[in-house]
Every structure is written in structure tokens, then in C-alpha cells.
T-cell receptor
Framework: KAGVTQTPRYLIKTRGQQVTLSCSPI?????VSWYQQTPGQGLQFLFEYFSETQRNKGNFPGRFSGRQFSNSRSEMNVSTLELGDSALYLC?????????????FGPGTRLTVT | SQQGEEDPQALSIQEGENATMNCSYKTSINNLQWYRQNSGRGLVHLILIRSNEREKHSGRLRVTLDTSKKSSSLLITASRAADTASYFC??????????FGTGTSLTVIP
């Protein structure tokens, strides 16, 4: 099976703009999660979508939003970009096993806000 | 806030040596997973250990879990230069919401 894909891989935006990132999960995976990774804060959970519904949400401001489509593809949007939003944004699709969820990550989108 | 903390933050060893890194977490878990991340790239799933398991092996990897101490360790035996990466533990404290530790940066010197 193809892995998790994320587009674009790199992005440079200006403060105040908005950005949309895309994630295609592994075929058959219905859960998609988003994470922000920065050197200072590490990996932080943004939100999770399952069957087009946001199921879990991390502690991020409302500028960060997402959605999931019927084919499980997901998008993440950040409005009114701030310098501190510069980060690696990782998407993960999940498979539910008897032992719990197992996540598979995409390569990430490197966002730089100038 | 992040639930897990890895120790040490950084580790440098010679090729062929064993590398051990530890992870502590705060709440009850269903499972604990270890991931590897090469510089600035996505995370690669290494191994999952259930809360009712104490030890698990996968190739050169050995993971232990002590739920009474809320801690886990990852042992990489006979390390190789290609093992150079950051290693993270993650716990699923709430459904499919994972909490990642701060990571251990491993450098294997050829």
C-alpha cells in the first residue's frame, strides 16, 4: 500500500496570510491526525478526524482548523499566520488494532512564516 | 503539555555498541509506541507494546514497559550509523490522541 502523502512538502508564507495543507492517508485508514513539531515545543497534537468528524482536539487557537473528506483525505488550514507557526506539520493516519491505534506518519510539510 | 519525557536528551555511541533510551509518562495508557525520525522528516513507527506486555522484540530492538513506574525503555543492539536519528515514545492516553515525548537524539559514530 502507498504510505501517507502530504502536500506541499515545503511552503513559505508571509505573516498574516493563510495556508492550507493536505494529507492523503493510507488506503483504508479512516482516522487522520495532525501534529505540529517545533524545536521548542516538540510534537504537539492538533486534531484528529474520523469519518469526516473532528473527534479529538489539542490545545491550539481557533486559527488552526481542519476537515476531512469522504475519501478520508484531510486538509489543515491556518489563518492569520504568525512567525511562531513556522514548524513541521505532520499528518498521521491510523489503524485500529486490538491493542489500540497504530499511527503511520507522512513526510511532513515544512512551513516557514516570514 | 506533552505526557512523555525521554532520557537522555542526546546520546552518542560507537558503531556496534548498544543504545538505551528511556521514556516516562504520566497517565494510564492502552499502549506505548516508539518512533524514529531522521532529521526533519516524518516519523517511522518502530514498535508497539501493549499495557499488559512487559517486553517486546523486533529485530535489533527490544522494548520494555513498566506500568507501575510509568516508564518504558528502548534498546537498540549492535548499533549502526544508519540508526542515527531522533527517537520518540508516544502514548495513547485518550483514544487516538497521542502524546509524544521530547525525544532522544542518537548519534552512532562509524
Amino acid at each position: 500500500k502507498a504510505g501517507v502523502t502530504q502536500t506541499p512538502r515545503y511552503l513559505i508564507k508571509t505573516r498574516g496570510q493563510q495556508v492550507t495543507l493536505s494529507c492523503s492517508p493510507i488506503s483504508g485508514h479512516r482516522s487522520v491526525s495532525w501534529y505540529q513539531q517545533t524545536p521548542g515545543q516538540g510534537l504537539q497534537f492538533l486534531f484528529e478526524y474520523f469519518s469526516e468528524t473532528q473527534r479529538n482536539k489539542g490545545n491550539f487557537p481557533g486559527r488552526f482548523s481542519g476537515r476531512q473528506f469522504s475519501n478520508s483525505r484531510s486538509e489543515m488550514n491556518v489563518s492569520t499566520l504568525e512567525l511562531g507557526d513556522s514548524a513541521l506539520y505532520l499528518c498521521a493516519s491510523s489503524l485500529f488494532l486490538a491493542s489500540g491505534y497504530e499511527q503511520y506518519f507522512g513526510p511532513g510539510t515544512r512551513l516557514t512564516v516570514t | 503539555s506533552q505526557q512523555g519525557e525521554e532520557d537522555p536528551q542526546a546520546l552518542s555511541i560507537q558503531e556496534g555498541e548498544n543504545a538505551t533510551m528511556n521514556c516516562s509518562y504520566k497517565t494510564s495508557i492502552n499502549n506505548l509506541q516508539w518512533y524514529r525520525q531522521n532529521s526533519g522528516r516524518g516519523l517511522v513507527h518502530l514498535i508497539l507494546i501493549r499495557s499488559n506486555e512487559r517486553e517486546k522484540h523486533s529485530g535489533r530492538l527490544r522494548v520494555t514497559l513498566d506500568t507501575s513506574k510509568k516508564s518504558s525503555s528502548l534498546l537498540i543492539t549492535a548499533s549502526r550509523a544508519a540508526d542515527t536519528a531522533s527517537y520518540f515514545c508516544a502514548t495513547d492516553a485518550a483514544g487516538n490522541q497521542f502524546y509524544f515525548g521530547t525525544g532522544t537524539s542518537l548519534t552512532v559514530i562509524p
